[in-house]
């Protein structure tokens, strides 16, 4: 097994374990619930297969469903950011495209280009669990306000996650 598997199979355990043990006891003002576990879609190569993004997707959902409770709405939205990753990846690719990088990090990407990027893909994954949840249009601005403020929450432990764990790029000096 290759270094690189195995660090994405350690990523998905402890992601939900930290998910499900941790901050789905977290509740902030009954409002804000950080959504942690989407990371490990995030940082998928950017060459990984769109279709076994979606597997991945749906079995991360799935697992965080059956821990939570939730009858289908995690997975739904993870099969959702699984499904829209590609084309935001398409849509944001740099001027020389991936070419250089297979990893999405603040480091290798820059900080713009991950915070447009990873906020992008964390509203619209919470936007479509939080719809979900109220399931009506009547309370449509009221879930857009709590996607905006979770997402701004689960970025901010993204990116303290992001500066953390990733080591930066090996410099073409050595």
Do not use: C
């Not at 059956?66 to 849509?91: C, D, K, N």
């Not at 970025?155 to 990733?166: D, G, K, R």
């Amino acid at each position: 097994m290759n270094r690189e598997l195995l660090s994405h199979i350690i990523r998905f355990v402890l992601l939900v374990i930290v998910q499900v043990f941790l901050l789905n006891n977290v509740q902030l003002n009954g409002m804000i619930n950080p959504y942690i576990y989407i990371y490990f879609l995030l940082v998928l190569p950017v060459d990984f297969s769109p279709n076994g993004g979606l597997i991945l997707g749906f079995i991360l959902g799935f697992i965080i469903d059956l821990f939570s409770q939730t009858l289908g709405m995690h997975t739904i939205a993870s099969v959702f950011f699984a499904f829209g990753r590609p084309y935001v990846l398409r849509y944001m690719a740099p001027r020389d495209g991936y070419e250089f990088t297979r990893t999405i990090s603040i480091r290798q990407m820059g900080w713009l280009w991950f915070f447009t990027f990873s906020g992008l893909m964390v509203f619209l994954h919470h936007f479509v669990l939080f719809f979900i949840e109220s399931f009506r249009m009547s309370g449509f601005f009221f879930t857009v306000g709590k996607s905006i403020s979770n997402s701004f929450m689960t970025l901010a432990l993204i990116v303290v996650i992001q500066l953390l764990f990733t080591r930066p790029p090996k410099s073409s000096y050595e």
